[in-house]
Nanobody, 119 residues
């Protein structure tokens, strides 16, 4: 069984910073791409940033220049450094990853962590 667990959410004032982390554990043979999504109340879940196992990252236009995604392959973790936060960044943030568990390549999601940016 594979699990993704996020941490690092919270309440911050506009202009502040937060760092989210996500750790994958369980039966992991390899991890392909990893990413962060978010869902604000009444809105659809949207991509924030993705990072492949090798290659270029990609970001939503709304966070380019403010957010940075990174991963530590040795620790099976992915992080999201969020700077210059805006009230419109308020959402539940989810990490996901395509993980080879030894039987198949599955898409796994974390439980989500709340980020609230006050104006």
């Amino acid at each position: 069984q594979v699990q993704l667990v996020e941490s690092g959410g919270g309440l911050v004032q506009a202009g502040g910073s937060l760092r989210l982390s996500c750790a994958a554990s369980g039966s992991i043979v390899s991890i392909n791409d990893m990413g962060w999504y978010r869902q604000a109340p009444g809105k659809q879940r949207e991509l924030v940033a993705r990072i492949p196992s090798g290659g270029d990252t990609n970001y939503a236009d709304s966070v380019k220049g403010r957010f940075t995604i990174s991963r530590d392959n040795a620790k099976n973790t992915v992080s999201l450094q969020m700077n210059s936060l805006k009230p419109e960044d308020t959402a539940v943030y989810y990490c996901n990853a395509h993980i080879n568990n030894g039987r198949y390549l599955g898409l796994y999601w974390g439980q989500g962590t709340q980020v609230t940016v006050s104006s």
